[in-house]
């Protein structure tokens, strides 16, 4: 059975920084393609960042660059979403997503191209 599982969200103040957590269990985490996405209420799910099964190449939205770094410990079945700087507009639920099937790059930003997701964190940026 795939899970995935996610942690570390939070509320913060505008400028803080705080780091989610994404463990996989249930398929071989080093195989798989991880992306985070978010949801504000009454918006769409959209992208966040991505990282690639070896961790050789990462994606971000453009709202984020720069301030949002993704990474990955395939020895801990662990993808992290570093987030610094953060803004009141980044309040939302966050959500880690595993693609397993080989995807091509713009794969990686589709939603629909993942395959399982977890839970959700919420993340709450006060201004």
């Known amino acids: 059975q795939v899970q995935l599982v996610e942690s570390g969200g939070g509320l913060v103040q505008a400028g803080a920084s705080l780091r989610l957590s994404c463990t996989l269990s249930?398929?071989?985490?080093?195989?798989?393609?991880m992306g985070w996405f978010r949801q504000a209420p009454g918006l769409e799910r959209e992208f966040v960042a991505a990282?690639?099964?070896?961790?050789?190449?990462?994606y971000y939205a453009d709202s984020v660059k720069g301030r949002f770094t993704i990474s990955r410990d395939n020895a801990k079945n662990t993808v992290y979403l570093q987030m610094n700087s953060l803004k009141a507009e980044d309040t939302a639920v966050y959500y880690c997503?595993?693609?397993?099937?080989?995807?091509?790059?713009?794969?990686?930003?589709?939603?629909?191209?993942?395959?399982?997701w977890g839970q959700g964190t919420q993340v709450t940026v006060s201004s």
């Open positions: 997503a595993a693609i397993f099937r080989p995807p091509l790059e713009r794969d990686y930003r589709n939603r629909e191209k993942y395959d399982y």
């Open positions: 249930g398929r071989t985490f080093s195989s798989s393609g």
């Open positions: 990282i690639s099964g070896a961790g050789f190449a990462t």
